[in-house]
């Protein structure tokens, strides 16, 4: 079982990146997922999930109107599309299988916002 | 959203001695509480879920309690690899809240 995060890097304020989080080892479209952050030195906050057929999804309200989450059945690949990025959106993001309880997560990307 | 507080912010302890973590919601969350553990620069790891059930593959030196507001994750023995902060998160109310996390040093 393996969930592998890309994507991430540095990205000017009001620009935007799109996530990938690869998932193995496990029937996808069974769960649920969801993508977790965390600030550099600081605790977790939750960002995003999407239902198993990806017709229910919820955002923070720090990132809604910004980021989109979205998934790739058949490709087992998870997405979040960050447009309008934020000096506060730098962290790791996680992606992880289950919501709300956090099951399997991957390793993180790193996203750093900064001029 | 409902606010999640966590103490000690750190503890610091004897590998063998009984180390015990509170994690309190500020409100009714009934029986709806994750533990985990994260080790510096990796991911966190589900221990606990359902305020009580142990994920599998978890020893069973790692345990919770609690319900309603206030639970407890307790390790029974300390090991050199628990050093790690531990963070509780409740899982009732839209949107998902984690405590602030516990230091768990190894003297």
């Known amino acids: 079982v393996q969930l592998v995060e890309s994507g991430g890097g540095l990205v000017k304020p009001g620009g935007s990146l799109r996530l990938s989080c690869a998932v193995s080892?496990?029937?996808?479209?069974?769960?649920?997922m969801s993508w977790i952050r965390q600030a550099p030195g600081k605790g977790l906050e939750w960002v995003s999930y999407?239902?198993?057929?990806?017709?229910?999804?919820y955002n923070a309200d720090s990132v809604k109107g910004r980021f989109t989450i979205s998934r790739d059945n058949a490709k087992n690949s998870l997405y979040l599309q960050m447009n309008g990025l934020r000096a506060e959106d730098t962290a790791v993001y996680y992606c992880?299988?289950?919501?709300?309880?956090?099951?399997?997560w991957g390793q993180g990307t790193l996203v750093s916002v900064s001029s | 959203d409902i606010q999640m507080t966590q103490s000690p912010s750190s503890v610091s302890a004897s590998v063998g001695d009984r180390v015990t973590i509170t994690c309190r919601a500020s409100?009714?969350?009934?029986?709806?509480l994750a533990w985990y553990q994260q080790k510096p620069g990796k991911a966190p790891r589900l221990l606990i879920y359902?305020?009580?059930t142990l994920q599998s593959g978890i020893p069973s030196r790692f345990s919770g309690s609690g319900s309603g507001a206030d639970f407890t994750l307790t390790i029974s023995s300390l090991q050199p690899e628990d050093s790690a902060t531990y963070y509780c998160?409740?899982?009732?109310?839209?949107?998902?809240?984690f405590g602030p996390g516990t230091k768990v040093h190894i003297k």
């Open positions: 359902a305020a009580s």
């Open positions: 080892g496990f029937t996808f479209s069974d769960y649920y």
């Open positions: 992880a299988r289950g919501y709300p309880f956090l099951i399997l």
């Open positions: 999407i239902s198993g057929g990806g017709d229910v999804m």
């Open positions: 998160q409740q899982a009732n109310t839209f949107p998902s809240t």
């Open positions: 409100q009714d969350i009934s029986s709806w």
